[in-house]
């Protein structure tokens, strides 16, 4: 039951992340960060478009890694609520042999008793 559980798991986040990806691709515009190095002069026009491609790479490092971070959280969670039902299943599954056990066993003593009570 583990092997399949686990699997399961990593199948649903792996495509989960892909599908993801993919739509983060569509979804976010692409802006160039590159500057034209003969254009560059040393008015403030040119400081101030290289400081603003600054914050614009900024705030897309950011909205990357914030999406990542979360992803990562999500998959963690994923995991760990996959993790907790597994070993709630194998605790019932133990119960329920345990019980069966101590039925069998009860079973034994009283048919070793009349066993014991018939030869007398």
């Known amino acids: 039951m583990r092997p399949t559980t686990v699997k399961e798991v990593s199948t649903r986040s792996r495509l989960r992340q892909g599908s993801g990806e993919s739509d983060r691709r569509k979804a976010v ?3 160039s960060t590159t500057i034209d190095n003969g254009a560059r002069d040393t008015s ?3 400081y101030t478009d290289e ?3 600054l914050h614009l790479e900024k705030a897309q490092l950011l909205a990357s890694s914030s999406e ?3 992803n990562t ?3 963690i969670r994923e995991a760990i609520a996959a993790y907790d039902s597994l070993r ?4 019932i599954v133990e119960k329920e042999f345990r019980e069966t056990a101590e039925s069998a066993m009860k079973i ?11 030869t007398e």
């Open 44 to 46: 403030t026009h040119s």
């Open 88 to 91: 709630k299943a194998e605790i």
């Open 68 to 70: 990542i971070g979360s």
């Open 108 to 118: 034994f003593a009283v048919n070793t008793l009349c066993a014991i009570l018939l």
């Open 29 to 31: 515009p692409k802006y």
């Open 73 to 75: 959280e999500m998959r």
């Open 51 to 53: 400081v603003s491609r």
